[in-house]
């Protein structure tokens, strides 16, 4: 089945500054991309996808590339917020009998320190 | 819509007995998935649901979780006997058919002691 890496597991930044968190898939045939973003004591929600038919995304702070060659795909925050603090999780799908079959990393916990 | 509703929120209970999570899953969606988040493991998917039937169930720990789809709109995840090791977020999500995002609920924190 599908193994997704992601690291750091934690990660701390100053105000302002970039955070990047990267993830890696060990099966080709997974093709979808998300990223959910989890707050202290909240449910994870999508914040970001991609689809392996393109190598990078961008939505205002936050971007999204991939590397299918090299099966890696990371998260950019540029100009971070406090409230971008929280835990952020990377997935890879595939199709898996008509269904999307998402395979979760183990999270980053992301620190923004005003 | 009131989103993925979960229940109870927050359960405390002692090693050996019966626990029952509930699922409400957002109207017309037909894919139901639970998962269990924990700080060693992180989110693990414990089985999924299409059009209420059990299609993947490989994440269940052992035969004290069980779960259950009667109709398109409730499911259950049962746990008996209960074990210390079990503490742990579950979280059940929805997804429609031809959409890969899934929208969790609000999740329910279990304590076994």
């Known amino acids: 089945g599908e193994n997704v890496e992601q690291h750091p597991s934690t990660l701390s930044v100053q105000e302002g500054d970039s955070a990047v968190i990267k993830c890696t898939y060990s099966?080709?045939?997974?093709?979808?991309f998300p990223w959910y973003k989890q707050e202290l004591g909240k449910r994870p929600q999508l914040i970001i996808d991609?689809?392996?038919?393109?190598g990078e995304k961008k939505d205002q702070r936050i971007a999204v590339t991939l590397n299918k060659t090299a099966k890696h795909f990371s998260l950019h925050i540029t100009e971070t917020q406090p409230e971008d603090s929280a835990v952020y999780f990377c997935?890879?799908?595939?199709?898996?009998?008509?269904?999307?079959?998402?395979?979760f990393g183990t999270g980053t916990k992301l620190q923004v320190i005003p | 819509d009131a989103g993925v509703i979960q229940s109870p929120r927050h359960e405390v209970t002692e090693m050996g007995q019966e626990v029952t999570l509930r699922c409400k899953p957002i109207?017309?969606?037909?894919?139901l998935f639970w998962y269990r988040q924990t700080m060693m493991r992180g989110l693990e998917l414990l089985i999924y649901?299409?059009?209420?039937?059990?299609?993947?169930d490989s994440g269940m720990p052992e035969d004290r979780f069980s779960a259950k789809m009667p109709n398109a709109s409730f499911s259950t995840l049962k746990i008996q006997p209960s074990e210390p090791r079990d503490s742990a977020v579950y979280f059940c999500?929805?997804?429609?058919?031809?959409?890969?995002?899934?929208?969790f609920g609000p999740g329910t924190r279990l304590t076994v002691t």
């Open positions: 999500a929805s997804s429609p058919t031809g959409s890969s995002e899934q929208y």
């Open positions: 099966d080709s045939a997974s093709n979808y």
């Open positions: 991609i689809r392996s038919n393109v």
């Open positions: 997935a890879a799908s595939m199709n898996s009998g008509g269904y999307q079959k998402v395979t």
């Open positions: 109207s017309g969606h037909d894919y």
């Open positions: 649901f299409n059009n209420n039937v059990p299609i993947d």
